[in-house]
């Protein structure tokens, strides 16, 4: 599993905002509790990611369906899919 995937996973799974009243909250556990490999694995991710410039739809399976995410950005009214993508590089950088 990568990073990515274990982050939607263990910290945006259906209940997440019970261990953390907002994304970037959920954000700031994962680089708290995860080793500094595995935040930084996920920053590599990311950057790989985004360099390919995804569209919001190529974003949006990414996060949905392939890593498993139950918290939308785009429903909930966060902002897009690579805004998001963006705070979570921002995060772990």
Do not use: C
Not at 25 to 37: K, L, Q, W
Not at 62 to 83: C, F, L
Request: aromatic share 12%.
């Amino acid at each position: 599993m990568d990073q990515l995937e274990y982050l939607a996973r263990a910290y945006f799974h259906p209940d997440w905002n019970v261990e953390a009243s907002t994304p970037a909250g959920a954000m700031r556990n994962f680089v708290r509790d995860e080793p500094p490999e595995d935040v930084a694995q996920l920053g590599e991710e990311l950057v790989l990611l985004l360099s390919a410039n995804p569209t919001e739809q190529e974003l949006h399976d990414v996060w949905q369906h392939k890593s498993g995410a139950s918290w939308d950005p785009v429903i909930t009214g966060w902002g897009t899919y690579r805004q998001w993508f963006q705070a979570m590089l921002a995060a772990v950088s």
